[in-house]
């Protein structure tokens, strides 16, 4: 639970739409984030959970929805990585 707040919070930070509310439901491309702002989303998220993504999880192609990259988060820090 706590890694979907985080997640939410941080993308709410870097959405053009701030009157758009972020949670875990919402697809990505509802939120309104530019590559540039995914990239900054990224980053601030490996610094609050402690790991980089992988390579192949750069993507915003890589996800559909907020829920997506919460799992993926969720799945690391599981592994401990």
């Known amino acids: 639970m706590e890694a979907n707040i985080k997640v ?7 959405s053009a ?4 509310l972020v949670d875990t439901q919402m697809k990505l491309e509802q939120i309104a984030l530019d590559s540039i702002a995914f990239i900054q989303v990224i980053i601030e998220l490996e610094e609050i959970f ?7 999880m750069l993507a ?11 799992n993926y988060i ?8």
């Open 17 to 20: 739409n701030k009157q758009c």
């Open 60 to 70: 915003y192609e890589s996800y559909e929805s907020v829920a997506d990259i919460v």
């Open 8 to 14: 939410c919070q941080c993308i709410q930070k870097y």
């Open 50 to 56: 402690n790991f980089e993504f992988e390579d192949e």
């Open 74 to 81: 969720e799945s690391r820090c599981e592994k401990g990585v």
